[in-house]
């Protein structure tokens, strides 16, 4: 595995399959699954060493949520709403998460394993060990992100946002987009292949002449 990479849940040998969402929830030790929440609101929700199977969320909020050592699998969370959270050693795993809002949260070692996050937003989040693989995020959002040991592999960023975010180190090579925008002054030291320079450079309104 590579150095750095997001460490992945500690989970229980044992679950019990009592889930139920409400305010002020402690949900620890749970497999939970094929149940839907969708357009309510839940405050201060806490979930430990659980996996949470087909889930559905549209439309939901969560506000202070927390969750560690969690496993997110085939979950419906479009458009859900929990900004300010924290998450940590938290997969999701084929998730839809269209349009989820994950601004201003706390994310440590985290992954993103084949989810669809078009217009997702990551932005004003602090990033340590996460990683995006084989994830659409088409008109996602990571405006002004605080990021160290970002891994991008395999992804759809057309049309993605990354204005005000230190680029440096920051590999995009395996990643698609022929679209994106950046500031110029956080270019320096990205890495990109030489189509991926010549699709930045044309978007910031270089001419170039063969």
């Known amino acids: 595995m590579t150095k750095n990479y997001p460490a992945p849940p500690n989970l229980p040998h044992s679950f ?20 839907d929440y969708s357009y309510l609101t839940f405050e201060n929700v806490i979930v430990r060493r659980s996996i949470l199977e087909k889930i559905t969320m549209q439309r939901t909020k969560l506000l202070r949520f927390e969750a560690s050592n969690t496993g997110f699998k085939n979950c419906d969370f479009s458009n859900l709403d929990w900004i300010g959270g924290s998450f940590h050693q938290v997969t999701f795993e084929n998730c839809k998460l ?50 160290k040991h970002l891994f991008l592999v395999n992804n759809q960023l057309d049309n993605s946002n990354w204005m005000r975010t230190n680029l440096r180190d920051l590999d995009f090579t395996t990643n698609q987009f022929s679209k994106i925008a950046f500031s110029m002054e956080q270019l320096n030291g990205m890495k990109v292949t030489a189509y991926q320079a010549l699709t930045i450079a044309t978007g910031l309104g270089v001419e170039i002449i063969e």
């Open 16 to 35: 019990s399959t009592n889930f139920y969402l409400e305010d002020e929830a402690l949900i620890e030790e749970v497999h939970g699954s094929d149940e």
């Open 98 to 147: 269209t349009g989820c809002n994950f601004a201003e949260s706390y994310l440590r070692d985290c992954q993103f394993k084949d989810c669809v996050i078009n217009f997702g937003s990551f932005s004003n989040t602090n990033l340590k060990h996460v990683a995006f693989e084989n994830c659409q995020l088409t008109d996602s959002e990571f405006y002004e992100v605080t990021w």
